[in-house]
C-alpha cells in the first residue's frame, strides 16, 4: 500500500502548498520509538539535557523569519501573533534548561538512618527519575507553543525523556522545519539526534500511544480525539499516564456591582478576549454570566460595538470553519437564545465573530439549552442573563471542569468590604471548576511562570497537572526510593557529599539550612 501524502493547506485559499511528507507506517512508528526508547541513556545527563533546551531556542530564533513565514502560510494567525508565540516557545524552553541546571525539580530527599525511633527508620535517599519515551500530540492552535517545540516536548527533554511528536495536520512544513532545529540542537549539545522524532497520520497517532515502549503521551486538541486515545493508553497491556487538555469553556462572572461600575471596559475586554485569535484560544471566554437590567444592558451594548468592529477571521483549516458554522447555526435556533451580533461566514474562507444571548434560567436545568454549555471553537460566546445570584450558582453548578474561571467584580468587591461578601463566594463558588481563576482580567494569555497552572477538573484536562509553568516536569517523573543502598550504589544526586550542589532535604530540613 502506498503511503498517503502530507499536504501543507493554506487556510486562506483551502489550496494545497505543498507535499511535505508522508505518513507514518506502523513499522515505522515501530521504528522511531525504538530509536527514542534507545536515546534514553544520553540524557541522563542533566549538562547536555540543558545545553539542547538553550540551543534549541538559539536556533529557533535564528530561523525565527523563517519558521513565522512557514507557520503564517499554514495557520493564518498572522505574523504578528506568531512573533509572540515564537518569543514565548524560546523563551520556555530556557526557562526549563535553567530548571534542569538548577535540579529542585528532581525532589532529592534524605533521612537518615536512626534506630531509636519507633519504628526504627532504615537509611532512605528519594529522588525523581525520567518515565522514557514520551508520545506529544501538536495542538492546532499554537504551531510552536504548543506543538513540536512546545510545553509538552520541552519538559520532557527537561526531565530526561526522549520525544515522538505526531504532527499535527494543519501545520505539518513548520512541524519538519521546528523538528530539524531540534534535532541539529541535540547533535550540537553532543546528543543523538534520536532524542525527538516526528512523525505524521492519523494512525501513526493511535500507533504511537498503543507502543509498548512509550512511557507517557501530552495531547493537546479536542474532547473526542482526545477521549479516544486516553482510552487508548488505559487500555493497554500496561496503561500508561495520558495528560490531555481537551476543551474548556472558560466561564466568566460579571456580578451586578462591577456591571454597574465599569460595563463599558468589560464589554470591550470581553470582546478582545473571545476574538483573540478568531477565538481560537483554549482559554476563550466561551459563557459569561452577566446580570439583567440596565447595567448589564450596558455592558451589552458595548460588547456588540466592539465584536461589530471586529474584522472576519480565518480559522486553522475549513473542517474547524465548518463545524463552527454548524455549531453556531445550531445554538442559535434553540428556543430563547438570540443573537444580538450572528456569527457566521464572513466569505468563502472566513468567518465573523458574534456573541448569542440567553436567559440564564434556560441553563438552570437539563435540557436542549445543554449545548450551550459545551465550548464552540471559533470567535462566539454565550451570554447569559441572570436575574439573582442563585441563577448564577445553579449554572455554575451545571458545569464541566475548566481551564479558568474568572470574576468581574466591583470595588467593595475586590476589597472584601462589601457586606453581602460576594466576591469570596463567588471565589469559592468558581474554584472547584477551574484550574485557574482570574479576577478582574481576562484568560486568554498563560504566562510561562513557575506559578502558573494550565489545567482543571476533566474534561479541560485527563490529570491534575500542568502543562504551563515549571511543575509541567512533573509528568515526565518518577519517585524512586533507595533504603539501605551502599553508598557506592547510589546515584551521584543521593550520594552524602552531593557532587552536583543539587538542593536536597536532609532529615526534613533543607540541606544547609
Not at 499554514?74 to 530556557?94: I, K, S
Not at 523538528?179 to 549539545?189: D, F, I, S, Y
Not at 505524521?200 to 479536542?222: E, N
Not at 436542549?368 to 449554572?395: K, Q, S
Amino acid at each position: 500500500m502506498t503511503a498517503a501524502p502530507v499536504w501543507s493547506v493554506d487556510p486562506r485559499t483551502g489550496k494545497q502548498r505543498e507535499q511535505v511528507a508522508v505518513e507514518a507506517t506502523a513499522g515505522e512508528v515501530d521504528s522511531v520509538v525504538r530509536a527514542a526508547h534507545a536515546a534514553r541513556a544520553a540524557l541522563a545527563d542533566r549538562a547536555p539535557r540543558a545545553a539542547l533546551l538553550r540551543r534549541a531556542a538559539d536556533l529557533l530564533d535564528e530561523a525565527g523569519d523563517a519558521v513565522i513565514e512557514a507557520a503564517d502560510a499554514e495557520t493564518a494567525l498572522g505574523p504578528g501573533r506568531l512573533t509572540g508565540e515564537l518569543a514565548r516557545t524560546t523563551y520556555q524552553l530556557r526557562a526549563f534548561a535553567d530548571q534542569v541546571a538548577e535540579g529542585s525539580f528532581l525532589d532529592v530527599r534524605i533521612d537518615h538512618a536512626d534506630p531509636g525511633l519507633t519504628p526504627p527508620r532504615p537509611d532512605l535517599r528519594r529522588y525523581k527519575i525520567p518515565l522514557g519515551a514520551v508520545a506529544v500530540y501538536a495542538a492546532s492552535n499554537f504551531p510552536l507553543a504548543f506543538s513540536v517545540p512546545g510545553g509538552d516536548t520541552a519538559s520532557a527533554l527537561a526531565a530526561g525523556c526522549p520525544v515522538v511528536v505526531k504532527a499535527h495536520p494543519d501545520h505539518p512544513a513548520t512541524s519538519e522545519l521546528c523538528a530539524a532545529l531540534l534535532r541539529r540542537a541535540a547533535a550540537e549539545a553532543g546528543l543523538p539526534e534520536g532524542v525527538l522524532h516526528l512523525v505524521h497520520g492519523f494512525q501513526a497517532g493511535i500507533d504511537l500511544v498503543r507502543h509498548p515502549l512509550i512511557a507517557a503521551a501530552g495531547f493537546t486538541g479536542s474532547v473526542r480525539g482526545g477521549r479516544a486515545l486516553y482510552d487508548a493508553a488505559a487500555a493497554r497491556p500496561r496503561p500508561i499516564p495520558f495528560h490531555g487538555e481537551l476543551g474548556s469553556l472558560n466561564p466568566v462572572v460579571v456580578t451586578e456591582a462591577a456591571a454597574r461600575e465599569r460595563a463599558e471596559q468589560i464589554g470591550a475586554g470581553l470582546a478582545g478576549a473571545m476574538t483573540l485569535g478568531a477565538g481560537q484560544f483554549c482559554v476563550k471566554p466561551g459563557l459569561v454570566l452577566a446580570p439583567a437590567g440596565a447595567a448589564g444592558d450596558r455592558l451589552l451594548t458595548s460588547l456588540t460595538a466592539a465584536v461589530s468592529d471586529t474584522e472576519a477571521g480565518v480559522l486553522l483549516d475549513h473542517r474547524m470553519r465548518e463545524a463552527f458554522l454548524d455549531g453556531v447555526r445550531t445554538r442559535a435556533a434553540l428556543p430563547g437564545v438570540e443573537a444580538p451580533v450572528t456569527p457566521g461566514a464572513g466569505g468563502p474562507h472566513t468567518v465573523s465573530a458574534g456573541y448569542l444571548a440567553v436567559p440564564a434560567a434556560r441553563l438552570a436545568a437539563e435540557g436542549p439549552h445543554d449545548l450551550l454549555l459545551e465550548e464552540c471553537f471559533g470567535p462566539v460566546t454565550v451570554v447569559a442573563r441572570y436575574t439573582d445570584e442563585a441563577e448564577i450558582g445553579a449554572v455554575l453548578a451545571r458545569l464541566p471542569g475548566n481551564l479558568s474561571a474568572t470574576l468581574q467584580l466591583g470595588d467593595a468587591e475586590s476589597a472584601g468590604t462589601d457586606e453581602a461578601g460576594t466576591g469570596a463566594r463567588l471565589l469559592a463558588a468558581v474554584t472547584p471548576l477551574a484550574g485557574r481563576v482570574v479576577v478582574n482580567g481576562w484568560p486568554t494569555g498563560v504566562a510561562v511562570a513557575p506559578a502558573q497552572h494550565h489545567g482543571g477538573p476533566y474534561p479541560a484536562t485527563t490529570s491534575t497537572a500542568t502543562s504551563v509553568g515549571g511543575t509541567a516536569v512533573e509528568r515526565w517523573l518518577r519517585p524512586v526510593a533507595y533504603q539501605d543502598a551502599p553508598a557506592a550504589l547510589l546515584p551521584p544526586e543521593l550520594r552524602e557529599d552531593n557532587p552536583h550542589g543539587l538542593p536536597r532535604r536532609v532529615d526534613d530540613r533543607a540541606e544547609g539550612a
